[in-house]
């Protein structure tokens, strides 16, 4: 029972490169998320997609893209990182009636 | 504008004595509260809800309280045992424009001693 499936666990990148984190889920939710976790600072939304086919920005979408290629996974993008991206990123996700989210292992990424 | 605030970063408790959590929060327009649990290394699971219409929430070990005339509620774990060590997140639920949108709280790093 995988649940929410990140990948990479641990990555760290130069100042400009870009890369995709990853995000699946098997639990046929509808709506997923993305959350940056930052020390004294909690948890805050990237993005979400309310549904397959729709995304939205949350809280502190700069410097990100996602794309929500199909039901199960929900990918997001930085384009030219920035030290300032050096985070902990989780994906969630949940069933559009529910409350719980069920989130993945995080993506630990460094900035340099 | 932090609408959800936990202000003590971290908690120590004897193993078997009561451990309260604290979350403030400001916008009277959340109707829906909940309480994560996080360990190192992974992401947060889901602990423990409450609906604005009620004050009290019991499962197990864990109870969360509402007071919804001084926006604050707290989660009471008794008796706390080792594995409750972990930090814990408090989340507030509103709806905006037909989007529930969570909040989530800086967190408190729990950590009970044997």
């Known amino acids: 029972n995988a649940g929410v499936t990140q990948t990479p666990k641990f990555q760290v990148l130069k100042t400009g490169q870009s890369m995709t984190l990853q995000c699946a889920q098997d639990?046929?939710?509808?709506?997923m998320y993305w959350y940056r976790q930052d020390p004294g600072m909690g948890l805050r939304l990237i993005y979400y997609s309310a549904s397959e086919g729709t995304t939205d920005k949350g809280e502190v979408p700069n410097g990100y893209n996602v794309s929500r290629l199909n039901k199960r996974e929900f990918s997001l993008r930085l384009e030219s990182a920035a030290p300032s991206q050096t985070s902990v990123y989780f994906c969630?996700?949940?069933?559009?009636?529910?409350?719980?989210?069920?989130f993945g292992a995080g993506t630990r990424l460094s900035v340099l | 504008d932090q609408q959800v605030k936990q202000n003590s970063p971290s908690l120590s408790v004897q193993e078997g004595r009561i451990s309260i959590l604290n979350c403030d929060y400001t916008n009277s327009m959340f109707d829906y509260f909940l309480w994560y649990k996080k360990y190192p290394a992974e992401g947060p699971t889901f602990l423990i809800s409450i609906s604005s219409i009620k004050d009290k929430n019991e499962d197990g070990r864990f109870t969360v309280f509402l007071n919804k005339s001084a926006k604050h509620l707290s989660l009471h774990i008794v008796p706390s045992q080792p594995g409750d060590s972990a930090v814990y997140f408090c989340?507030?639920?509103?709806?905006?424009?037909?989007?529930?949108?969570?909040?989530f709280g800086t967190g408190t790093k729990l950590q009970v001693i044997p």
């Open positions: 989340a507030a639920r509103s709806n905006s424009g037909g989007y529930q949108k969570v909040t």
């Open positions: 639990m046929n939710h509808n709506s």
């Open positions: 969630a996700s949940k069933l559009s009636n529910e409350n719980i989210q069920y």
